[in-house]
């Protein structure tokens, strides 16, 4: 493995750990969990063509909402979940509408839509509008997100802070013994061909002196 190789390696576990902790994770994914209209506003007979919107974000059909006083339950895992994602602290101004072949389409309803309305402990939340529709929302991280807020922020920042510093200083120690491990290997392999270079010398020497003393070799006697 490379010298870099191995730094990323081991501050993978440092990566890890900052995502593990509260605060950390910005974003969280939000799923429909089960949806009931009351009413379509097709005109004709044809299917109503149900979708969920937030300002700024992609539409997202429910292909399977069809028909009105039928509840459609979700597992979250279809192909067009999840609905969107939710930032720390942010609300998006999110509604669902009905799509209209002749006007604008229908607003069913539109409101903002929070982190901090996903109070459950299983992290659902529930919306509903008279004569429109009865809609519930899975966000399992969403509580996470808002925890900073709903406790006094500066014990939330302060614990932030601490987790930032033990998170920098093993970043920081991984990279120290990294560099101490490669340069103790350098002057090790320094030293060895030092060794070798004066081996070599040795006999070098050893020819000078036989040389100068007129005997050379024992081949050349020979
Ligand atoms: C809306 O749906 C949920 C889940 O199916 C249900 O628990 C709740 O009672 C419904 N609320 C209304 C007002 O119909």
Redesign the pocket.
């Given at each position: 493995m490379s010298m870099r190789g191995r730094a990323s390696f081991a501050l993978l576990p440092c990566l890890i750990l900052l995502s593990r902790i509260p605060g950390f994770i910005s974003s969280a994914i939000v799923t429909l969990?089960?949806i009931?209209i009351f009413n379509t506003h097709e005109w004709l007979t044809a299917d109503p063509t149900v979708y969920f919107h937030c300002k700024r974000d992609h539409k997202t059909d429910l292909p399977d909402v069809k028909k009105a006083n039928v509840?459609y339950?979700f597992k979250g895992e279809e192909s067009w979940q999840p609905l969107t994602k939710l930032k720390k602290e942010k609300c998006k101004r999110c509604g669902f509408y009905e799509k209209d072949s002749i006007k604008s389409d229908d607003i069913l309803d539109e409101w903002e839509f929070c982190p901090s309305y996903f109070t459950d402990s299983d992290g659902k939340y529930?919306h509903?509008k008279d004569k429109e529709f009865?809609?519930?929302f899975s966000c399992p991280n969403c509580e996470s997100l808002g925890s900073d807020s709903d406790h006094s922020s500066s014990a939330g920042g302060k614990g932030m802070h601490w987790a930032l510093v033990i998170v920098i200083s093993i970043a920081v120690s991984a990279v120290f013994i990294l560099g101490l491990v490669a340069g103790y290997k350098y002057w090790q392999k320094r030293k060895r061909e030092q060794d070798q270079a004066r081996f070599l010398k040795l006999f070098e020497d050893d020819d000078d002196i036989e040389d100068e003393l007129g005997i050379g070799p024992i081949g050349s006697v020979l």
């Amino acid at each position: 493995m490379s010298m870099r190789g191995r730094a990323s390696f081991a501050l993978l576990p440092c990566l890890i750990l900052l995502s593990r902790i509260p605060g950390f994770i910005s974003s969280a994914i939000v799923t429909l969990d089960s949806i009931e209209i009351f009413n379509t506003h097709e005109w004709l007979t044809a299917d109503p063509t149900v979708y969920f919107h937030c300002k700024r974000d992609h539409k997202t059909d429910l292909p399977d909402v069809k028909k009105a006083n039928v509840l459609y339950s979700f597992k979250g895992e279809e192909s067009w979940q999840p609905l969107t994602k939710l930032k720390k602290e942010k609300c998006k101004r999110c509604g669902f509408y009905e799509k209209d072949s002749i006007k604008s389409d229908d607003i069913l309803d539109e409101w903002e839509f929070c982190p901090s309305y996903f109070t459950d402990s299983d992290g659902k939340y529930n919306h509903f509008k008279d004569k429109e529709f009865n809609a519930t929302f899975s966000c399992p991280n969403c509580e996470s997100l808002g925890s900073d807020s709903d406790h006094s922020s500066s014990a939330g920042g302060k614990g932030m802070h601490w987790a930032l510093v033990i998170v920098i200083s093993i970043a920081v120690s991984a990279v120290f013994i990294l560099g101490l491990v490669a340069g103790y290997k350098y002057w090790q392999k320094r030293k060895r061909e030092q060794d070798q270079a004066r081996f070599l010398k040795l006999f070098e020497d050893d020819d000078d002196i036989e040389d100068e003393l007129g005997i050379g070799p024992i081949g050349s006697v020979l």
